[in-house]
């Protein structure tokens, strides 16, 4: 394993100790989301740091309430690390997952999330 993925994966789990203990809903320890004070839009993180919480708790319907975008871009997120580990040994893994289509699809259906938060 190399020092820098050993480093990510720690400060990785630092993050989630910190979203596991402390509920982003109820302290002031987590910061607001500015295009919302700003806009009175939600934008496509919206409900993150809640939908973390929910999902270390093992609550997923909860959140799903929060934020879906994030429940649902987590195997996405998660198959793009995996390739980037895995690259120089599985190459046609990589190129299938890294594939501009999946990018440009995901990157859409973002922008439909956005909107449709917000009608």
Known sequence: MSRSLLWLLLAALLVAGVYFVFDP????LFPRCPFLMLTGW???GCGSQR??????HFDVVQAVRMNALLVLAVPYVTLLLVSEQTRK???????RVHN?????AFLVFVLIWFVGRNL
């Open 100 to 104: 501009p289509r999946l990018a440009w």
């Open 42 to 44: 939600q934008c496509p």
């Open 25 to 28: 809903s109820e302290g002031g």
């Open 51 to 56: 939908a973390v919480h929910a999902l270390l």
């Open 89 to 95: 040994r599985w190459p046609a893994f990589y190129r």
